[in-house]
T-cell receptor
Framework: AQSVSQHNHHVILSEAASLELGCNYS??????LFWYVQYPGQHLQLLLK??????LVKGIKGFEAEFIKSKFSFNLRKPSVQWSDTAEYFC?????????????FGSGTRLSIRP | DSGVTQTPKHLITATGQRVTLRCSPR?????VYWYQQSLDQGLQFLIQ???????AKGNILERFSAQQFPDLHSELNLSSLELGDSALYFC????????????????FGAGSRLTVL
C-alpha cells in the first residue's frame, strides 16, 4: 500500500539554524507532492506544492522543497528558521491511479524553535 | 477563515453513541476529504467524495460512514463510538482531483474535536 513517511517526529532548533525535514513515499506511479503547515491553534494550510517541472519548488515564508524522484523524497528546507516557524509540518502525497487518486499525509513533524 | 466550514467545533459524547459531523466545502470546490487526527496516529485519511460520489477510501472503520449531498456539503457519521474514536476530525475540499491541475490543493476546515467519555 502507498505510504508517506516523515522520520523526524520532533525537531528542536535555535533561531537562525538551518532546517531540513525529511519526507519519503512509496509508489512508482504519478504523484503530486505537498507540504502543509499547522500553526498552533490554526488549521492546516499549504506551504508549497510540486506538480511538474523544476524539482526545486519555493513556497511561502522562505521554505523550499526538492523532489528527488529516484529517492522518492520531497524534503523541506529553510536556510534560517525563525521563532514564528514553530508549528507542525505535514508532507502529503497525492497518489494517482488509473481511476482514482488519494491524498495521504505523513505523521507530521513538530518543529520547536528556541528564541 | 479558509472557506471550509465544519460543525460542530467541539462535541462530547458517551461510548456507544452516534454523532454526525458536517462540512461545507469552499465555494466552487467539488471534492471533499475527511481526515482523522489523533495524537498517536497523525493525520489519517478516511474518505473522499467528488461531486456526490465516493472516489477513494482510506482507513475508515465500518462503524463510520459518509456522504456528499447534491449541494456538495458532506456529513461524516460515527456510530457505536469507542474511547479510541476521540480525535480531531478534519474536512478539506479541493476544486478537482485531476493530476494535471493545481486545483487539487486541499483547503482545510478548522476541525471538529470529538471527545468520547
Amino acid at each position: 500500500a502507498q505510504s508517506v513517511s516523515q522520520h523526524n517526529h520532533h525537531v528542536i532548533l535555535s533561531e537562525a539554524a538551518s532546517l531540513e525535514l525529511g519526507c519519503n513515499y512509496s509508489y512508482g506511479g504519478t504523484v503530486n507532492l505537498f507540504w502543509y503547515v499547522q500553526y498552533p491553534g490554526q488549521h492546516l494550510q499549504l506551504l508549497l506544492k510540486y506538480f511538474s517541472g523544476d524539482p526545486l519548488v519555493k513556497g511561502i515564508k522562505g521554505f523550499e522543497a526538492e523532489f528527488i524522484k529516484s529517492k522518492f523524497s520531497f524534503n523541506l528546507r529553510k536556510p534560517s528558521v525563525q521563532w514564528s516557524d514553530t508549528a507542525e509540518y505535514f508532507c502529503a502525497v497525492n497518489f494517482h491511479y488509473s481511476s482514482a487518486s488519494k491524498i495521504i499525509f505523513g505523521s507530521g513533524t513538530r518543529l520547536s524553535i528556541r528564541p | 477563515d479558509s472557506g471550509v466550514t465544519q460543525t460542530p467545533k467541539h462535541l462530547i459524547t458517551a461510548t456507544g453513541q452516534r454523532v454526525t459531523l458536517r462540512c461545507s466545502p469552499r465555494s466552487g470546490d467539488l471534492s471533499v476529504y475527511w481526515y482523522q487526527q489523533s495524537l498517536d496516529q497523525g493525520l489519517q485519511f478516511l474518505i473522499q467524495y467528488y461531486n456526490g460520489e465516493e472516489r477513494a477510501k482510506g482507513n475508515i472503520l465500518e462503524r463510520f460512514s459518509a456522504q456528499q449531498f447534491p449541494d456538495l456539503h458532506s456529513e461524516l457519521n460515527l456510530s457505536s463510538l469507542e474511547l479510541g474514536d476521540s480525535a480531531l476530525y478534519f474536512c478539506a475540499s479541493s476544486a478537482t482531483v485531476t493530476q494535471f491541475s493545481g486545483a487539487n490543493v486541499l483547503t482545510f476546515g478548522a476541525g471538529s474535536r470529538l471527545t468520547v467519555l
